[in-house]
């Protein structure tokens, strides 16, 4: 991966495509249930996920601490509505629009809690932070964010490893850890009383499937257990609110892919015969209504990702004139391969 491949690797992760109008329900307070709230964070402008916080007896469990410009959006609008402090902060993943938000929620008064995992996968990928030595991904997303350049890495004050659950008499949130996903150290946070799931960026509604740091086919197993849980509402990181279809239909695509896949690999076709069929995979995908929504400029990384965890090579490296300019952060970016 070259400098500028892997810079705009990063950039993805928070950016997400072009700029686009925001839906009407963005950044708008939605109540999932009494004291439970969902916010849809503006990404096609702003890169912001999606937040939900739960209003406790004496405090606030937010999920996700988003982009610091994120967090300050959802800050004000939590204490609009409830005068109790806001004490804990979930980083459902280690990902820019996800954790980077934690030193303005810490200077808000949360302690940042994450899996084990959100640690770990800093320590890989925050190599300035941890290392002193050459820059990572905090570096890279501060060269194109305001928010990032002014704010500084946290990393969260409390880890768990399968299980930690707060829990009033009247509130229990379990912050659970089912396996790899999207990343190895995804956490969600399950209310069984409201069967309510918070699922960080392992469940998305709609064309935002980062594959890089997960592992696909562990992803469905994972999916499988949270499916098991028969949640009511599911609470994704991008995209709407909804129901269990939004968990089925976010299996039902990586499925769907991977059988795409598979079936090129059977046919013995090459790394760079795939390559090229990336296109008429997506026409493929984008038949099934069920899952059209989830097809986006990610797409080749997807069917790349899915060809080597079945063994393929990577795909070659293609020509700088070959490649399509990429719209990140309100720059225009071209990649020289993946």
Not at 37 to 55: A, K, L, M, P, S
Not at 106 to 118: K, N, S, Y
Request: aromatic share 8%; proline share 5%; charged share 20%.
């Amino acid at each position: 991966m070259t400098p500028l491949s892997r810079a705009i690797a990063s950039l993805a992760l928070t950016a997400f495509l072009t700029v686009l109008p925001a839906p009407a329900q963005v950044n708008v307070v939605q109540t999932v249930a009494s004291g439970v709230y969902f916010h849809e964070g503006d990404i096609g402008r702003h890169g912001h996920c999606n937040n939900g916080w739960i209003v406790f007896k004496d405090y606030v469990l937010v999920v996700d601490a988003n982009f610091p410009s994120g967090a300050q959006v959802i800050l004000p609008k939590i204490k609009a509505l409830t005068d109790k402090p806001i004490k804990f902060a979930f980083d459902t993943h280690h990902h820019g629009d996800h954790a980077y938000g934690n030193q303005v929620m810490h200077e808000a008064g949360a302690t940042i809690v994450g899996h084990a995992g959100v640690l770990a996968e800093m320590k890989k990928y925050e190599t300035n932070y941890f290392t002193g030595k050459q820059p990572g991904r905090w570096e890279d997303a501060a060269k194109g964010r305001k928010d990032v350049a002014a704010s500084r890495l946290r990393p969260p004050d409390v880890l768990f490893e399968q299980k930690l659950a707060f829990d009033d008499g009247t509130h229990r949130v379990e912050l659970l850890h089912f396996g790899v996903a999207h990343t190895h150290g995804d956490g969600w946070a399950w209310l069984p009383k409201e069967r309510i799931v918070f699922t960080g960026d392992a469940c998305v509604n709609g064309p935002y499937n980062y594959v890089g740091d997960g592992n696909i086919h562990e992803w469905i197993k994972t999916l499988d257990k949270v499916i098991a849980l028969k949640p009511l509402k599911v609470c994704p990181a991008h995209g709407p609110q909804g129901g269990p279809e939004v968990l089925a239909n976010q299996q039902h695509y990586f499925k769907s892919l991977l059988a795409e896949v598979k079936k090129l690999k059977d046919a013995g076709k090459t790394a760079a015969e795939v390559q090229a069929a990336a296109d008429t995979i997506k026409e493929t995908l984008r038949k099934d209504e069920r899952i059209a929504i989830y097809i986006g400029q990610f797409i080749n990384m997807q069917v790349e990702k899915a060809w080597t965890e079945l063994g393929g090579a990577a795909f070659p490296a293609k020509k700088q004139a070959q490649v399509e300019p990429v719209r990140l952060m309100g720059k225009t970016l071209v990649a020289t391969g993946n």
